[in-house]
Nanobody
């Protein structure tokens, strides 16, 4: 069973940047990998997804132009580069794995989930 592990969360000021990493012991290259976040008191929301091989990506409208998903299959790692962070980006960010990306970036339809990493944007 796949068990992705996230890292890279933390406290950052508005306008700052963070890079989240997601690693898995198995061949991550075979799967689509996404990032999903859950803000306090809110439901989980898909943020971005990248297909196997990196041929296709999608982003929720609220992060377009600020967040970038990428993958290094040689390291079994997927990244989420987050720039120009806003307080409303504060959430627990989960790495999630599926056979493919949903058409809608907001989807939370994944098969395997990490434990999450906290991102707090505050001055």
């Amino acid at each position: 069973q796949l068990q992705p592990v996230e890292s890279g969360g933390g406290l950052v000021q508005p306008g700052g940047s963070l890079r989240l990493s997601c690693t898995a012991p198995q061949l991550l290259e075979l799967y689509a990998v996404g990032w999903v976040r859950q803000a306090p008191g809110k439901e989980r929301e898909g943020v971005s997804c990248m297909t196997s091989g990196g041929g296709s990506t999608n982003y929720v409208d609220s992060v377009k132009g600020r967040f970038t998903i990428s993958r290094d299959d040689a390291k079994n790692t997927v990244y989420l580069q987050m720039n120009s962070l806003k307080p409303e980006d504060t959430a627990v960010y989960f790495c999630a794995i599926a056979w493919g990306c949903n058409y809608y970036a907001t989807s939370t339809d994944y098969d395997y989930w990490g434990q999450g990493t906290q991102v707090t944007v505050s001055s």
